[in-house]
């Protein structure tokens, strides 16, 4: 684990192309990584009773589409963090569009499983910051993982770094709009279930 964590940090790259390569038994599985930080994360947030969304939900009239709208935007807010898996399959999914001939849809979802466990280390260092510092910095953890997605792509691919750079922006800024819309999808036909 501490050998991942560190080429993570260190040289992402060659991690992910070690990895992809075969070269496996040094370093922890990609799928085992994301879940063991997501659990990280939930067991942190529980003990220091940290709420990511503070009094974010709201009440409306009595419209009942409103209503049914309203309560899948407070189930996904108060679940978002259960909801992660949508985004490394959203990341997975983009990484193939955009880099189509350079590895498969498998290779680029374990690529994902990685950065999206490494984005889950960033909350969680932000949700300390957050909790006992300065309330005001929630989105530092998304900007953190913005530069940091690049740099592991520019460090993964080598070559053609101007070109990698603008895809992972793109790719990133899709990727976190599809994850949000797709998340709210969910939520909200886990409300409509449930009223039925």
């Keep these: 684990m501490f050998n991942t964590l560190r080429l993570l940090v260190k040289d992402p790259g060659k991690l992910l192309r070690e990895y992809l390569e075969g070269k496996r038994k040094r370093y922890y599985k990609p799928v085992a990584f994301f879940i063991l930080m997501t659990v990280i994360y939930l067991v942190t947030r529980a003990v220091i009773n940290y709420d990511p969304f503070g009094n974010t939900t709201i009440q ?6 409103s209503q049914l ?8 807010l108060l679940n978002i963090d259960k909801l992660l898996f949508v985004f490394v399959f959203t990341m997975g999914l983009l990484l193939k569009l955009f880099f189509y001939k350079k590895r498969s849809l498998a290779e680029f979802i374990a690529i994902s499983f990685y950065l999206i466990g490494i984005y889950t280390v960033l909350t969680t260092l932000n949700m300390f910051y957050i909790h006992y510092v300065n309330p005001n910095f929630q989105f530092l ?3 953190a993982m913005l530069v940091y997605f690049c740099y592991a792509l520019v460090s993964f691919f080598q070559k053609g770094k101007i070109i990698v750079l603008i895809k992972s922006l ?8 599809s994850y949000g819309m797709i998340g709210f999808a969910i939520s909200f036909c886990i409300i409509y279930l449930k009223q039925m």
């Excluded at 409306?60 to 589409?65: C, G, P």
């Excluded at 709208?69 to 996904?76: K, V």
């Excluded at 793109?170 to 709009?177: A, D, Q």
């Design 141 to 143: 953890a998304m900007l």
């Design 69 to 76: 709208l309203t309560q899948a935007r407070n189930f996904m």
């Design 60 to 65: 409306v009239d009595d419209n009942t589409q």
């Design 170 to 177: 793109f790719i990133f800024v899709v990727g976190f709009i």
